[in-house]
């Protein structure tokens, strides 16, 4: 598999599916956050605290090259990766881009489970947590449109449909590298 990179706004599934992928291809997974977590040695959090999110996003950027170096990686981005810098560019010159799409309403409902691990929106409300996710996707769109391929991530709710997105997710990449 040629290196690919997930990109899309945060509860569309990156990690679920990067990761379902990984263990069914044996293909290896790197979350970017975690790398970056990782070899900062203190949390993305602390980063932007202590550092500011200037710091953060010359890390991010590393850390792309960094990852991109390992032929055949799949990488899930953060949500705001390919909307800073050159990172889209490096991304799109060093393997695959592929932009994972879900329905505001499905990104509307996994977040609201999942608030409280994502400091961004722990503290807002459902409305208001609507309304934020509408205005970064109104930003954010146009720098996701720059992935090579799309794919529909909006049924990972279950084991089965996991398996099934893995499936058409592959033929997906593989129609790609033909």
């Not at 679920?16 to 069914?24: F, H, I, K, S």
């Not at 889209?88 to 505001?104: D, K, Q, W, Y």
């Not at 509408?134 to 769109?141: D, E, I, S, Y």
């Not at 996701?144 to 709710?157: C, G, M």
Request: hydrophobic residues 35%; proline residues 3%; glycine residues 8%.
């Amino acid at each position: 598999m040629t290196t690919t990179f997930l990109i899309g706004y945060m509860g569309c599934g990156k990690t679920t599916l990067g990761r379902a992928v990984a263990e069914r291809t044996g293909v290896r997974f790197i979350d970017l956050d975690d790398y970056i977590e990782e070899t900062a040695g203190c949390s993305i959090r602390d980063i932007f605290a202590t550092r500011g999110e200037e710091a953060f996003r010359a890390m991010e950027r590393q850390a792309l090259i960094d990852v991109s170096s390992h032929p055949g990686t799949l990488v899930a981005c953060g949500g705001g990766t390919p909307c800073f810098g050159d990172n889209m560019e490096v991304m799109n010159s060093r393997g695959i881009t592929v932009h994972l799409v879900a329905p505001h309403a499905t990104l509307l409902t996994r977040l609201m489970e999942g608030r409280s691990k994502r400091p961004l929106i722990a503290s807002l409300s459902d409305s208001e947590l609507d309304a934020f996710i509408t205005r970064q996707m109104q930003w954010r769109l146009p720098h996701y449109s720059k992935a090579k391929l799309t794919f529909d991530s909006s049924r990972l709710e279950s084991a089965g449909q996991i398996s099934e997105s893995v499936d058409r997710f592959l033929k997906l990449i593989h129609s790609h590298e033909s």
